[in-house]
């Protein structure tokens, strides 16, 4: 998978996208290799890719100064370069914002999403809500991962459509999902990027495998972290719930009524609550507690 | 805040224009017109429906909410409709028959 990254493209599936990736930078493809090892692997040639990809030094003169990398998405480069240490987290930015800005035949929903028993969970994401830990955590006992990011819909759907990707981690959280879940494979810390310190924890196998099984709805959870606090589930309205799944929607206003009856049936179909939580332990058998 | 209780109210083009989602005690609309969601509490959604079958004197519309609200229909609650009424008209989904506001 790496020689394939460095020798021209790779073509690989995550969930319902299936990309080509080009670079001849090292350190990229070879934690593609290390995190992204389970996605099921494609021929470059003949397939009809969502997304075309490529992570490049850029023609400045800052490279002899600096070495830097771009990324590029269908011919063009969104963002400002960045040192070339920061590669694979650009690689990782650049795809959400391909997906964020292009796959609207899907309600996006800024959210992880988890599932057992057939039960998914919806977590929005908010600042400081602790999304992206408590996912992680959850993940790596007994919940299958469908995404740390995307809450993918079909519209009209009250399915959830896996997308497992890497977990980014941020600062204080990274020492402590290592800690918490040692059986995590995660990539190397990125000091100082635009987002703090970032590691990535590779998609469970498991959940890799089943990223053609979508799960029905079944709760929205509201994670926020609050140092201190016994973890508890409090209630709150559908109709806030609705709202605040429509603020922090990627394309909610781009799908225009078919994402208003999409988001109506996805709380239709779910219960609705805040999680308050600060220690990882409670809060997962809390959610133990929704399976 | 002074208003005429002969001033009439409406919604402009009624038809399938708005898709509601009725949640608890308060009531999430989308208007295909503008695009927009927005979260209304009971006494506007009642407002809503009645404006949406027709046009309303400020007059017959506080007279119906008050019964629905068992008040009396008393300046103090004509104010209080107004006030929402102008609520509902910033968001475009309420317009002055005669075009003030």
């Keep these: 998978m790496a020689a394939a990254a460095r020798a021209g493209a790779l073509c690989y599936r995550i969930g319902p996208f299936q990309l080509t990736l080009r670079s001849r930078l090292a350190q990229p493809a070879r934690l593609v290799h290390r995190l992204y090892g389970d996605c099921e692997v494609l021929e470059p040639s003949g397939q009809i890719n969502d997304f075309h990809l490529q992570l490049r030094r850029p023609r400045t003169l800052r490279r002899w100064l600096r070495p830097q990398v771009e990324f590029v998405a269908e011919g063009a480069t969104p963002f400002s370069p960045l040192p070339v240490e920061s590669a694979f987290p650009m690689l990782e930015w650049g795809l959400n914002w391909c997906v964020a800005t292009t796959a609207h ?24 809500s602790g999304k992206s830990t408590l996912c992680a955590a959850l993940v790596h006992n007994g919940w299958r991962l469908l995404s740390d990011e995307f809450g993918l819909v079909r519209p009209g759907s009250c399915e959830y459509v896996p997308f497992p990707r890497c977990i980014p981690l941020k600062n204080e959280s990274i020492d402590l999902i290592r800690g918490f879940a040692p059986q995590a494979v995660m990539g190397p810390t990125f000091v100082k990027t635009r987002k703090g310190d970032v590691a990535h924890v590779k998609p469970p196998a498991e959940s890799v495998r089943r990223a053609d099984e979508t799960a029905r709805a079944a709760y929205v959870i509201f994670p926020r972290y609050r140092p201190g606090e016994t973890a508890r589930l409090l209630p709150i309205a559908r109709s806030r719930a609705f709202m605040k ?47 | 805040m002074t208003a005429a209780a002969g001033e009439r109210w409406c919604v402009r083009a009624p038809t399938g224009r708005f898709l509601w989602e009725h949640l608890d005690e308060e009531s999430v609309v989308y208007d295909t017109r503008s695009g927009q969601t927005h979260l209304l509490n009971a006494l506007a959604v009642e407002a809503m429906l009645r404006l949406q079958a027709g046009d309303f004197s400020l007059r017959a519309l506080a007279g119906e909410l008050a019964t629905l609200c068992e008040t009396p229909a008393n ?26 506001h």
């Design chain 2, 75 to 100: 300046d103090a609650f004509r104010a209080d409709l107004v006030a929402l009424l102008r609520q509902l008209s910033d968001l475009g989904l309420v317009e002055r028959v005669d075009g003030e």
């Design chain 1, 105 to 128: 035949q899907f309600l996006m929903l800024h959210a992880a999403v988890v599932e057992k028993n057939g039960r998914a969970v919806l977590m929005p994401a908010f600042p400081g």
């Design chain 1, 245 to 291: 799944l429509c603020t922090n929607s990627f394309n909610y206003e781009i799908m225009g009524a078919a994402g208003f009856t999409t988001v109506a049936g996805l709380i239709r179909a779910s219960e609705c609550r805040l999680c308050h939580f600060s220690d990882l332990d409670e809060v997962l058998r809390l959610f133990d507690t929704l399976a």
